[in-house]
């Protein structure tokens, strides 16, 4: 995937979940809509918050090493993250034996692979396990050789009380309830995190960041 078509399904992505989130705060603030409704709407936001929250995570993320992909980068040339996952298999098995012969061909299959060009299934970098809480976060945009920029930082108590937390509130059954002050909230801060998460994808293939510098 060029830089062209990865930037044009990045913001076609983004453009599909921010306008779903607008809808919502805009069905809140909807005269005919009365308070039980309202309600109910406050709920729904919860969980598509998060729903776009780790929907475009994962998939931005995985956009990304497809890019790199379709650069043909021989592995020993990007940076330890993409050549430790391109590995991996072989990480594994020497972690199996001690035995020094056995170890000796694991280093040389590694040594081996170094050389091939770089191809991975987006799901070996990316990982948004049960929960996409802010420890996980830092992991994958870590494991895409990214920053953790101060920002996500000071979303970090976002991300697990609000994003996380309340998610499993409602997907789990509890009757929480939630206001439309912190819907609003929820709605504005998830737009305002997958703007940055997207710039920074972006702003990493423009610059070639995978790179080993």
């Known amino acids: 995937m060029d830089l062209q078509k990865f930037s044009e399904k990045i ?8 306008l779903e989130l607008s809808r919502l705060a805009m069905m809140m603030q909807a005269p005919y809509v009365d308070q039980t409704q309202r309600d109910l709407l406050c709920r729904a936001v919860v969980v598509f918050a998060y729903a776009h929250w780790e929907g475009f995570i994962k998939g931005a993320g995985g956009l990304y090493v497809r890019h790199i992909n379709g650069q043909q980068i021989p592995v020993h040339r990007l940076k330890a993250c993409f050549q ?3 590995v991996a298999s072989h ?20 040594d081996a692979d170094r050389n091939k060009v770089f191809a991975l299934a987006p799901e070996k970098c990316i990982d948004t396990e049960s929960n ?3 420890t996980v976060f830092e992991a994958l945009v870590t494991g895409l050789g990214l920053s ?15 994003l996380v937390h309340g998610r499993n509130q409602v997907a ?14 929820r709605l504005s801060s998830v737009r305002d995190l997958l703007d940055l998460f997207a710039d920074q994808l972006l702003d990493a293939a423009r610059g070639k960041a995978y790179i080993e510098t």
């Open 84 to 86: 430790a996952a391109f």
């Open 148 to 162: 953790y920029l101060g920002a996500y930082s000071t979303r970090q108590a976002f991300i697990d009380k609000k």
């Open 11 to 18: 913001q076609k992505d983004l453009a599909h979940r921010k």
């Open 132 to 134: 996409l809480s802010s």
């Open 172 to 185: 789990h059954g509890e009757l929480a309830r939630f206001n439309e002050t912190d819907a609003q909230e």
């Open 91 to 110: 990480l594994r098995r020497g972690g199996n034996s001690a035995k020094m012969g056995f170890l000796g061909e694991v280093l040389s299959a590694i």
